[in-house]
Each structure stands twice: as structure tokens, then as C-alpha cells.
């Protein structure tokens, strides 16, 4: 099954930005809608933003005009470009592949079980 390394995490002050990336172990999934969760002590998973195989973004209100999600296939490679942090945005982020679609992605971007290849994840901290 594929498998997702994180990276790029790191603290950083209110305002300031990072560039996380997420490094599949195999191509499989290429064709699929991929997405980046986070997560908080005591809280659930949730999606931050994905991307469909046509390139079309999609993202949650909280990241919306601060988070751009992209990809480059020729290297299994999937990045968040993350503006404009707050101390809200604290939370260890993973990314993921949706399994249960082709080519798009679910209406919600929920962990439901269709999303499979969980890594360790990359620990965002933002200081205020």
C-alpha cells in the first residue's frame, strides 16, 4: 500500500509562511484525488485542502486565499504552500490519497476510510 512522507514543518510567528511537502513511495495513485489533513490533540483529522487529477483545487474556508495546494506527478510530490499562519493553524499535518474516486475528489473532504497512506505527518507550530 502507498505511503506518504511529510516534511517541511516547522514553528514560525503569526504571519509568517512554510511549504510542506509529502513524497509518495510509489506512483499507483497518480490519477486520484489528493489531499492534506491536520490534526490537534484530542480532535479529529481534518482536511485542510485537496486536489483532483485535472488540477483543480479545492479548499476548506479556515485555508481559503492563505493555503495553495499543487502537485508535481514526475516526482510523486504533493506540496501546501501555507500564508499568513495564526497560532490556529497549529496541528501536525499529513497528506493522503483518495482511493475510492478516479481522477476527482469527494464532495467533503472527510476522513472516512477513503483516504489511505498516512505518514507521521509534519508538526506546524505558529507562535502569536
Same mark, same amino acid.
Given at each position: #500500500? ?8 516547522? =514553528?514560525?510567528?503569526?504571519? $509568517?509562511? !512554510?511549504? !510542506? ?6 506512483? *499507483? +495513485? ?8 491536520? #490534526? *490537534? ?5 481534518? $482536511?485542510?485542502?485537496? &486536489?483532483?487529477?485535472? $488540477?483543480?483545487?479545492? +479548499?476548506?474556508?479556515? /485555508?481559503?486565499?492563505?493555503? /495553495? &495546494? =499543487?502537485? @508535481? ?5 504533493? +506540496? ?8 490556529? @493553524? /497549529?496541528?501536525?499535518? +499529513?497528506?493522503?490519497?483518495? *482511493? ?8 467533503? #473532504? ?9 505518514? #507521521? ?8
Amino acid at each position: #500500500q502507498v505511503q506518504f512522507v511529510e516534511s517541511g514543518g516547522g =514553528s514560525v510567528q503569526a504571519g $509568517g509562511s !512554510l511549504r !510542506l511537502s509529502c513524497v509518495a513511495s510509489e506512483d *499507483t +495513485y497518480n490519477n486520484h484525488c489528493m489531499g492534506w489533513f491536520r #490534526q *490537534t490533540p484530542g480532535k479529529e483529522r481534518e $482536511g485542510v485542502a485537496s &486536489i483532483n487529477d485535472f $488540477g483543480q483545487p479545492t +479548499y476548506t474556508d479556515s /485555508t481559503k486565499g492563505r493555503f /495553495t &495546494i =499543487s502537485e @508535481d506527478n514526475a516526482s510523486n510530490t504533493l +506540496y501546501l504552500q501555507m500564508n499568513s499562519l495564526n497560532p490556529g @493553524d /497549529t496541528a501536525i499535518y +499529513y497528506c493522503a490519497v483518495y *482511493t475510492r474516486l478516479r481522477r476527482i475528489c469527494p464532495e467533503k #473532504q472527510v476522513d472516512n476510510g477513503g483516504w489511505v497512506g498516512w505518514g #507521521q505527518g509534519t508538526q506546524v507550530t505558529v507562535s502569536a
